[in-house]
Nanobody
Framework: QVQLVESGGGSVQAGGSLRLSCAAS????????MGWVRQAPGTEREGVAT???????TYADSVKGRFTISIDNAKNTLYLQMNSLKPEDTAMYYC????????????????WGQGTQVTVSS
């Protein structure tokens, strides 16, 4: 059974940085797509970034140039480095995984973590 456990959320002032981590276990496929999805109260889920087993990455326009997704395969850990944070980045951030990336929906995943809260104050 796939398990995804996020950590690293917290509160930060605008302009600050945070790094989210996601420890993955139980995934047995050689190919994968992993990503970060966020959701603020009263809004739809937004696919923030994805990375696949080929190392290809995609980003939402709202975070390009500020966020970086990466993966350490030896540690089975996914990361999201978030710099130049803005109040509008405030949301619950979820780690997610599946066998393939959906090129039309960055938030389409079959496996999800429990989420970690990020709050950015102005």
């Amino acid at each position: 059974q796939v398990q995804l456990v996020e950590s690293g959320g917290g509160s930060v002032q605008a302009g600050g940085s945070l790094r989210l981590s996601c420890a993955a276990s139980g995934y047995t496929y050689s190919s994968y797509c992993m990503g970060w999805v966020r959701q603020a109260p009263g809004t739809e889920r937004e696919g923030v970034a994805t990375i696949d087993s080929d190392g290809s990455t995609t980003y939402a326009d709202s975070v390009k140039g500020r966020f970086t997704i990466s993966i350490d395969n030896a540690k089975n850990t996914l990361y999201l480095q978030m710099n130049s944070l803005k109040p509008e980045d405030t949301a619950m951030y979820y780690c997610a995984a599946d066998r393939w990336c959906n090129r039309y929906d960055r938030a389409d995943f079959g496996y999800w973590g429990q989420g970690t809260q990020v709050t950015v104050s102005s």
